[in-house]
């Protein structure tokens, strides 16, 4: 039974918005529990009440979230544990199936691909690199040209090399 007080309504599907800079959640609500996917075959998150608890790890296998309690849900927002408000949305059942037979078929991809919930902040059209991506966790920086600081250990073994041979040869 879902909580009333959540906002949700039985057999509805709700996405998360996703804000820069806070914890991404691309996936939906259906009947108080949280799928990645179209298929419901597991939940990785679920209701507690108004608790939304998400079973998620990061790249060294701890919770995403401390005790996976990610904040709590009324009125259609998500108040996560660090103080985010995150609007939740309905959407359609058929608009999550259609994009998930999208990524199955030989046809080009629409003009326009649906998103869930766009995504908004300063960042967004511009290229960053990504330190930690393995685990989606980082932060933009920009990219550091190490040629010169390869090109001065080359020389600085090159000379190394020959002194030590010079040296070896005037011992003989």
């Known amino acids: 039974m879902i909580d009333q007080t959540t906002g949700m309504k039985p057999g509805e599907r709700y996405s998360v918005e996703n804000v820069e800079r806070a914890h991404q959640f691309p996936g939906f609500f259906l009947d108080g529990k949280y799928y990645l996917g179209p298929e419901l075959l597991t939940a990785v998150?679920?209701?507690e009440g108004t608790t939304f608890i998400y079973d998620s790890l990061d790249a060294q296998g701890e919770p995403v979230f401390p005790d996976r309690v990610a904040g709590t849900l009324e009125g259609l927002k998500l108040m996560l544990i660090d103080g985010t408000a995150l609007a939740l949305?309905?959407?359609?059942?058929?608009?999550?199936?259609?994009?998930?037979?999208d990524e199955f078929e030989q046809d080009p991809?629409?003009?326009?691909p649906s998103r869930p919930a766009p995504i908004k902040g300063p960042l967004h059209g511009k290229v960053v690199d990504i330190t930690g991506a393995s685990s989606g966790i980082g932060r933009a920086e920009k990219r550091k040209d190490n040629t010169p600081l390869l090109v001065s250990a080359a020389v600085l073994g090159l000379?190394?090399?020959?002194?030590?041979?010079?040296t070896h040869r005037r011992r003989r």
Do not use: F, H, N
């Open 45 to 47: 998150g679920w209701l």
């Open 89 to 101: 949305s309905r959407i359609e059942a058929s608009s999550i199936l259609a994009s998930a037979t």
């Open 109 to 112: 991809p629409p003009a326009e």
């Open 159 to 166: 000379i190394a090399g020959l002194i030590i041979t010079r």
